[in-house]
């Protein structure tokens, strides 16, 4: 049954995904901040600013006033950069109605507080049921979403009604919406898939090889894992759409912001000049330095976050990264995982 969705953020992503809610026939309008992208989605069904050449439905609307936006939204989806995330779930909170369903699409930890997305937004929206609000995630460019290539994705949340209701108003053949009860272990996946791809992408750029890749993905994915576990997640989601498959995606992918920043950072150029140049973010610029404090405060071991962490923030020469991770000591390659007891077996 046709649902009305606001879709608040028209960045890439936040328009994919409103694209596609509108291409099966739900109601949908999206709010974006720029005046100018809200008027090419209304005059030329088209987001030139961040998803230039993509034909958007006719039926999608948007508008930057969040009231007209979220009047009777049965589902809301945020999707803003993870850094904006707060401000903007404040700034539609009065807005959205109690029974309204939430949904996070942003991907990050935020820097203040160290939560994941879901957290920030129970703050936000503190009018709102924290427990059933749901977290969208899994591999997912949104090119290609907006182009109708098949797309996997998986919806979290505790409350299974609201999963349940997300995902069947959001999935088609083209854009299977898998559930998932485990909002932190989607939410780790997403977050630290970015920090991850950067590692990936400077791999790349040194031309280390495949093998050397692949190895850095896998041992990625094991700290992806051991953060997720010590806040709580089920180490099985790991192994899903949001772990290893955004993981995936996101290192090898040539879309992928990430990959490309650290592909730029192994050039030798400077992490923060190429950002400020960009109109786009790529998360994992930021979300480096959050997780890498949250693992120093759950005690968790992220070896390769934490090289990210100081290459980006920090000035460390990135050969000087790379010699430190590739003389660790040896160990066990389930080390620090569920059951596998912390040292050699
Ligand atoms: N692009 C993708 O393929 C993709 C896929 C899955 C998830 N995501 C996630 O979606 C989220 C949004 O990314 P995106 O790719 O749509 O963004 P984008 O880089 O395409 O666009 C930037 C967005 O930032 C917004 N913005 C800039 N300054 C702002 C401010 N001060 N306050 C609020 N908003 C501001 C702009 O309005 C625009 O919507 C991120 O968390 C990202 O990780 C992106």
């Not at 998360?283 to 890498?292: F, K, M, N, P």
């Amino acid at each position: 049954m046709p649902k009305k969705i606001a879709v608040i953020g028209a960045g890439a992503w936040g328009t994919a995904l409103a694209a596609h809610a509108a291409r099966i026939d739900h109601e949908v309008m999206i709010w974006g901040r720029e005046p100018d992208v809200v008027r090419d989605i209304n005059e030329r069904a088209e987001n030139r600013l961040f998803l230039e050449g993509v034909a958007l439905p006719k039926t999608l609307r948007a508008s930057t006033v969040p009231a007209e936006v979220l009047a009777s939204a049965e589902i809301v989806i945020l999707v803003p950069p993870s850094a904006f995330l707060r401000n903007v779930a404040a700034l539609v909170a009065e807005h959205v109605s109690k029974t309204a369903r939430i949904v996070i699409a942003s991907k990050g930890i935020d820097e203040r507080t160290l939560g994941l997305m879901t957290d920030v937004t129970a703050e936000a929206m503190p009018d709102h049921d924290a427990a059933s609000m749901c977290a969208l995630s899994g591999p997912s460019f949104a090119r290609e979403v907006a182009a109708g290539l098949p797309t996997d994705v998986v919806v979290a949340s505790k409350s299974a009604e609201a999963v349940l209701e997300v995902a069947s108003a959001l999935h088609t053949p083209m854009f299977r919406v898998y559930t998932s009860r485990d909002p932190i272990g989607v939410e780790v996946g997403g977050a630290m898939k970015n920090v991850l791809a950067i590692a990936a992408g400077a791999c790349d750029g040194l031309g280390l090889g495949l093998n050397a890749r692949a190895a850095l993905i896998t041992r990625g994915l094991s700290e992806m894992a051991r953060l997720g576990i010590a806040l709580g997640g089920d180490p099985l989601t790991f192994m899903g759409l949001s772990g290893v498959g955004d993981l995936i995606l996101t290192s090898t992918g040539a879309l992928s912001r990430n990959r490309s920043l650290g592909m730029k950072v192994a050039e030798g150029v400077s992490a923060g000049k190429y950002l400020a140049e960009q109109r786009t973010v790529a998360e994992g610029y930021l979300t480096a330095r959050a997780a890498w404090r949250l693992a120093q405060k759950l005690g968790v071991d992220v070896p390769i976050t934490e090289q990210v962490y100081y290459v980006l923030h920090e000035d460390r020469p990135l050969l000087e990264a790379m010699k430190l991770l590739l003389t660790r000591a040896q160990k066990d390659e389930l080390w620090g995982l569920p059951g596998t007891g912390d040292g050699p077996r």
